[in-house]
């Protein structure tokens, strides 16, 4: 799918960024990565809830117990997942590595990683690539930090806003990467945030849970959960506000910037699904409870036929129904209304008779599917994408 140039980032105040070629995968590109913070920062963090955790994972949802930390070091092409006991001792060895030539304690560097599954990491070419990417420390942009976690990603997404703050000035910026295996809780991705907001750490650990479930635990490609997914923020309070905490006046302000920034980044990541033609919002309106509206909205979001459909142009609104009826959510079917951006082609259960205006809506780049149960007052919004050949060619050759 075609992608605009991203518009200028905006970086936090104290914030640096290297990067580096370990030749993980393949040689010819920037796959190591590092972010700097020059003071100590509140960390949270946001994990996959696969039962296979990759050793990255592991490590860093220990670290992230103690709310601190000062760089993250991240490399693509191999996930060192399914690594055993090797795996954790080479990510351990990175961090090792990467903070003694940061001068820094270990317990402050939390180490990410995305790519191939059950491959060890090549250790003798990542170990001799640590001198240059620590001594590279600002001479990269973030730009360059979401070039190098990119798989099979077709463009570098980043995104950053600029709120006040106590009456200062302060940035909030992030990138994440992710195409493919992409299912909620978390979606399959990896994402760093940094502010210079000062936050104090429980407060920034329920904030970052927040956004991540109304953004990052709202996509879905493939229905596929990965073994990697990460999100972390760091906030490294250098705009000199007062440490916000969840009853802070400014707090409010803090969220919906970390809500929008979330969702503009997951949305940048659905945009660039594998294959990916359309970017479809599947919305629910009226359920009965928020969660049987998250049900009904999944089930349509991870049909295969709803989407391949929709590739087809195919207004098959039928397919839709389907899902719903097995989605478990409460509803009535002979009371539920379906539109395809704004044209109805469902009215209280039967067809609506707008089958022409149902296919020239379902060609447009960007789809919104709306299904009212009018059941209740509850919503939820998930956003997807329809399903191509090039998905299975991207992933067939995923190894190769």
């Known amino acids: 799918m075609s992608m605009k140039k991203p518009t200028t980032i905006k970086i936090p105040k104290g914030f640096f960024f290297s990067t580096a070629e370990a030749a993980i995968k393949k040689p010819g590109r920037k796959d190591f990565g590092l972010i700097f913070s020059k003071v100590e920062s509140a960390v949270a963090g946001t994990f996959t809830t696969n039962t296979v955790k990759a050793a990255p994972v592991r490590i860093c949802r220990q670290k992230i117990r103690s709310g601190r930390g000062q760089a993250i070091v991240v490399n693509s092409g191999n996930a060192n997942a399914c690594t055993g006991r090797q795996g954790l001792k080479d990510a351990r060895d990175i961090v090792s590595t990467v903070s003694d030539q940061l001068g820094i304690s270990s317990s402050l560097t939390y180490i990410c990683s995305t790519g191939v599954i059950g491959a060890l990491l090549p250790m003798q070419r990542i170990i001799p690539a640590v001198g240059p990417l620590a001594g590279g420390i600002g001479k ?21 806003r600029q709120i006040k703050i106590n009456n200062r000035q302060c940035i909030m910026a992030g990138v994440c990467k992710g195409a493919g295996m992409i299912a909620p809780n978390m979606a399959t991705m990896l994402c760093f945030i940094i502010t210079d907001i000062a936050v104090e750490k429980k407060a920034l650990h329920a904030s970052l849970k927040s956004a991540v479930n109304k953004s990052f635990n709202r996509i879905t490609i493939d229905g596929d959960m990965s073994t990697n997914d990460t999100a972390l923020i760091m906030a490294n309070g250098l705009a000199g506000n007062q440490p916000l905490t969840g009853s802070s006046t400014d707090f409010s302000v803090f969220q919906k910037a970390l809500d929008e920034l979330t969702y503009e980044l997951s949305k940048l990541i659905v945009r660039d699904g594998e294959g990916a033609t359309k970017l479809v919002e599947i919305l629910i309106k009226n359920a009965h409870t928020d969660a049987e509206a998250q049900k009904a909205a999944l089930a349509i979001a991870n049909s295969s036929l709803v989407k391949t459909a929709i590739y087809g142009n195919d207004a098959n609104w039928g397919r839709i129904m389907a899902a719903l009826g097995y989605s478990k959510a409460k509803f009535d079917p002979d009371k539920t209304d379906i539109f395809f951006n704004r044209t109805q082609v469902v009215k209280k259960g039967v067809m609506n008779n707008r089958d022409k205006e149902a296919s020239e809506a379902i060609k447009t780049k960007e789809l919104k599917i709306t299904a009212d149960l009018h059941a ?8 997807t994408c329809d399903l191509t050949e090039d998905y299975i060619r991207i992933n067939a050759e995923y190894r190769t």
């Open 376 to 383: 209740g007052s509850a919503s939820a919004k998930v956003l």
């Open 140 to 160: 990269a942009s973030l730009e360059d930090i979401a070039g190098a976690i990119m798989t099979t990603d077709t463009f570098p997404k980043m995104a950053s």
